[in-house]
T-cell receptor, first 111, second 113 residues
Framework: GQQLNQSPQSMFIQEGEDVSMNCTSS?????WLWYKQDPGEGPVLLIA?????ELTSNGRLTAQFGITRKDSFLNISASIPSDVGIYFC???????????FGTGTRLQVTL | EAGVAQSPRYKIIEKRQSVAFWCNPI?????LYWYQQILGQGPKLLIQ????????DSQLPKDRFSAERLKGVDSTLKIQPAKLEDSAVYLC???????????FGQGTRLTVV
C-alpha cells in the first residue's frame, strides 16, 4: 500500500526557534494535509494543500505542496511551548478520497 | 458547528470479550472513516463509508472486526473477540464527499488485558 515517510522522526528545539519537517511518498497525491495531535486527543487539521506548488500559511505555520505531488513540507516559525505534539502529514488520492497518514514527527520544545 | 462525537472515551476489557464504539459525524458529512492508532504510530484506516456504503475495508480484520453505518449517519465499530494487540486508540473522522478533508473525533482508547 501507499506509505508516507516523515522526517525527522522527532526533534527537540528551544522556544523561539524555527522548525522544518517534511513528508515524502513514492505515490502521487491530489491533496496534502498537515495535522497536529496532542496526547489523548484526535488529530486536528492545521493546513490543507490542493495544488502542486501551492504554498499556504496559517499563522506561524507554512506548508507547501511539492511540484512532483509526492512530497510536502511544514515550517513552524518562532516555536512556543504549545507547539509540542506529534505532527502528521496525510495524503488524499483517488475519487473516493482515501486518506493515508504519515509516520509522524514528534516535536518537543524546551524553554 | 458540533464536531465528530465518539463514545466511550476509554474502555478496558479482557481478551476474548467484545466491545463496541460509537461515532456521530459532523452534520452533512457523507464520508465517515474509522482509524486504528497504535501507540507511537500514525492512524491506520480500517474502513471508509460513503453514506451507508463501504468504500474501502481492505485493512479491516474481518474475522473479528465489523462496522456499520445505518441510515448514512451514525456508525458503530465492533470487535469480537478482542485480542491483546487490539489495544489502541480508535479514531472516527468525517468529511464532505467532494472535499475529502477529514475532521477527527477525540477517539476511544481501548485497553485489552
Amino acid at each position: 500500500g501507499q506509505q508516507l515517510n516523515q522526517s525527522p522522526q522527532s526533534m527537540f528545539i528551544q522556544e523561539g526557534e524555527d522548525v522544518s519537517m517534511n513528508c515524502t511518498s513514492s505515490s502521487i497525491f491530489n491533496t496534502w494535509l498537515w495535522y497536529k495531535q496532542d496526547p489523548g486527543e484526535g488529530p486536528v487539521l492545521l493546513i490543507a494543500l490542493y495544488k502542486a506548488g501551492e504554498l499556504t500559511s496559517n499563522g506561524r505555520l507554512t506548508a507547501q505542496f511539492g511540484i512532483t505531488r509526492k512530497d510536502s513540507f511544514l515550517n513552524i516559525s518562532a516555536s512556543i511551548p504549545s507547539d509540542v505534539g506529534i505532527y502528521f502529514c496525510a495524503g488524499i488520492t483517488g475519487t473516493a478520497s482515501k486518506l493515508t497518514f504519515g509516520t509522524g514527527t514528534r516535536l518537543q520544545v524546551t524553554l | 458547528e458540533a464536531g465528530v462525537a465518539q463514545s466511550p472515551r476509554y474502555k478496558i476489557i479482557e481478551k476474548r470479550q467484545s466491545v463496541a464504539f460509537w461515532c456521530n459525524p459532523i452534520s452533512g458529512h457523507a464520508t465517515l472513516y474509522w482509524y486504528q492508532q497504535i501507540l507511537g504510530q500514525g492512524p491506520k484506516l480500517l474502513i471508509q463509508f460513503q453514506n451507508n456504503g463501504v468504500v474501502d475495508d481492505s485493512q479491516l480484520p474481518k474475522d473479528r472486526f465489523s462496522a456499520e453505518r445505518l441510515k448514512g449517519v451514525d456508525s458503530t465499530l465492533k470487535i469480537q473477540p478482542a485480542k491483546l494487540e487490539d489495544s489502541a486508540v480508535y479514531l472516527c473522522a468525517s468529511s464532505f464527499r467532494w472535499e475529502g478533508v477529514a475532521f477527527f473525533g477525540q477517539g476511544t482508547r481501548l485497553t485489552v488485558v
